[in-house]
């Protein structure tokens, strides 16, 4: 997942995760980012997932948007990059991957790994017996 960390604007210091792609940022309430920063247009620009090869920002119109102090029309996002849409501030970061609880898991396969070796042992005792 995308993360938007505010830097300058008025909701400085937060942190917008983007689950849901396009993902809009400007000052009309349907944005999935809405801001009234000076500067920023009603639809100003969008985020757009391409599965494979990562994230892209768009600028919507006449917009203008820079991306690490220069401007771009349309570019591929990297972790850590600025971007400035009038006065807001953002930097993009890819958000640490959620790992499933895999105890119950884990505990079931060491537990078979177990059953097996010792029904291993058990067959060799009888062989070595019978033998």
Not at 19 to 48: C, M, N, Q, Y
Not at 83 to 108: N, Y
Request: proline share 5%; net charge positive.
């Amino acid at each position: 997942m995308l993360v938007l960390k505010i830097l300058a604007g008025r909701l400085a210091g937060r942190e917008i995760p983007a689950g849901r792609f396009p993902f809009s940022i400007g000052r009309s309430g349907d944005s999935s980012l809405a801001t009234e920063d000076p500067g920023v247009w009603d639809r100003h620009a969008v985020i757009k997932l391409h599965p494979g090869e990562g994230f892209s920002i768009n600028p919507v119109g006449e917009a203008t948007v820079l991306l690490n102090g220069e401007p771009c029309e349309a570019a591929r996002l990297r972790n850590g990059d600025v971007l400035r849409l009038g006065s807001l501030d953002l930097q993009c970061w890819l958000s640490p991957a959620r790992q499933k609880r895999l105890r119950v898991a884990e505990g079931i396969t060491w537990g078979l790994v177990l059953a097996v070796l010792a029904l291993q042992a058990f067959l060799l005792h009888r062989l070595v017996v019978a033998g």
